[in-house]
């Protein structure tokens, strides 16, 4: 069976540090991959997506970027974070022909 | 882009009691999913639904793709159906899914 892991889980950082953020999937081959964001108390918003290695779309002008290194890894990265960077952080992959969504369990960033 | 709208932001039931969770489509979707987002954040899919309905135990959906929304029905609810539940909606062609802003839902003992 698929499954998906990020981390890591918390994580607490300082104005200006960088990020790195990590999601693996199992189980599958050519996912789509996702990367939301969620503020407190917010809906979701879609910050990056990938149908394949290296292919990236941006959803959101910012501060962050992601990459595709391998089929079934999916990083989100900061080199410098902000302040409005705080929030809850979700990837999420779907079949190469199924469009449902699976998540994995969040990262909840705090920058300080 | 296609606009989610999701009705009741907020809804609070006595354990026991049925409710009803709508979603609304600015556009034409081929990919539609609920989702149930526990005290933790863990997002739990509860319902993939482009068309017609489904059922899973206490919960059912139905999706009338023509006239662009769906229902979520929470039937004798338990304190464990806390916490926020999204729709989410997309087209295939572009990948992407669009999330509404969720209802709030609180079940009291």
């Known amino acids: 069976s698929q499954t998906i892991h990020q981390w890591p889980a918390t994580l607490v950082q300082p104005v200006g540090s960088p990020l790195s953020l990590e999601c693996t999937v199992e189980?599958?081959?050519?996912?789509?991959l996702y990367w939301y964001r969620q503020a407190a108390g917010r809906g979701l918003q879609l910050l990056f997506y990938?149908?394949?290695?290296?292919?990236i779309s941006s959803e959101v002008p910012q501060n962050l970027s992601a990459s595709r290194p391998q089929d079934r890894q999916f990083i989100l990265s900061s080199k410098k974070l902000l302040l409005s960077d705080s929030g809850f952080y979700l990837c999420?992959?779907?079949?190469?022909?199924?469009?449902?969504?699976?998540f994995g369990e969040g990262s909840r960033l705090t920058v300080l | 882009g296609i606009q989610v709208e999701q009705s009741p932001p907020d809804l609070i039931l006595q354990e026991g009691a049925n409710s009803t969770l709508r979603c609304n489509f600015s556009?034409?979707?081929?990919?539609l999913q609920w989702f149930h987002q526990n005290p933790w954040g863990q997002l739990i899919n509860l319902f993939y639904?482009?068309?017609g309905t489904k059922q899973n135990g206490r919960l059912s959906a139905t999706t009338v793709a023509t006239e662009r929304y769906s229902l979520l029905y929470i039937s004798s609810s338990q304190t464990t159906d806390s916490g926020v539940y999204f729709c989410a909606g997309g087209t295939s062609g572009t990948y992407k899914y669009i999330f509404g802003t969720g209802t709030r839902l609180k079940v009291l003992a």
């Open positions: 189980g599958t081959s050519n996912p789509n």
């Open positions: 556009d034409s979707v081929n990919n």
């Open positions: 999420a992959w779907s079949g190469e022909h199924t469009g449902e969504l699976f």
């Open positions: 990938s149908v394949g290695i290296g292919q």
């Open positions: 639904i482009p068309s």
